[in-house]
């Protein structure tokens, strides 16, 4: 039977580099591309009083913005990740590690947010027809819904598999929706967001890969 996305295993192996003791908070700025310093920051998220981060991995964006004073929620759906994150950030008020999936959260939360957001995480890797319409749900009239990921190939299009290796080395693949910035902006139109934006943010110089980035706002 393959494997989805939704398999933590996979995610557990996510950013083994980035284990160990807590760093400096000045370490981590906030941003959504791969490349330090590169694109906007948090300015694309309004001026929210809370936030929903779905794919926090090990939540440095999540604890730069409840550093602000933003209260945020971080889900995701490692216990590795989150294990790492809460030792990582256990001092920062305001900030509440989850494990979990995505829609499952979504659906069964009765919290309401300023704005849901993912960087190079969850939403990459959730089907956009039961995730946008889930967000919307959970977002304040007004609210903005932001995700990155990385640039999208010219010959992908939709669900595609993405292989790598779970627990022992054992292969396992997830499923990631690849889709340019016009098709994202349609999924976000379509399911009632307005004032959408979406682009592909070229890599510094125009080598290496560029960032997808969509913004989006629920109507008051």
């Not at 090990?58 to 602000?68: I, M, N, V």
């Not at 509440?96 to 960087?119: P, Q």
């Not at 399911?191 to 890599?203: D, I, K, N, Q, S």
Request: hydrophobic share 35%.
């Amino acid at each position: 039977m393959p494997h989805t996305s939704h398999d933590a295993a996979f995610w557990d192996r996510y950013k083994p580099d980035r284990d160990g003791p807590t760093p400096p908070p000045e370490v981590f700025a906030f941003e959504w591309t791969q490349y330090e310093g590169h694109g906007p920051g948090a300015e694309l998220l309004g001026r929210p009083n809370t936030a929903l981060e779905l794919g926090a991995a090990e939540g440095r964006e999540a604890s730069w913005l409840a550093r602000r004073g933003v209260r945020v929620t971080a889900l995701d759906l490692s216990p590795v990740q989150i294990e790492r994150a809460r030792r990582w950030w256990k001092d920062v008020s305001e900030l509440t590690f989850v494990e979990g999936e995505a829609c499952s959260y979504l659906r069964e939360t009765d919290e309401a947010y300023d704005t849901v957001f993912s960087i190079w995480g969850a939403v990459w890797f959730t089907d956009p027809e039961e995730l946008f319409p889930l967000v919307a749900k959970r977002l304040r009239p007004g609210g903005v819904f932001a995700f990155a990921h990385g640039e999208t190939p010219h010959h992908l299009h939709g669900r595609q598999p993405m292989h790598g290796k779970g627990p022992e080395g054992t292969k396992m693949t997830v499923d990631r929706w690849c889709h340019s910035p016009e098709v994202w902006a349609d999924y976000a139109r379509r399911h009632g967001f307005t004032a959408v934006r979406a682009e592909c943010l070229p890599a510094p110089g125009g080598k290496g890969l560029g960032t997808i980035i969509l913004t989006a706002q629920l109507p008051y």
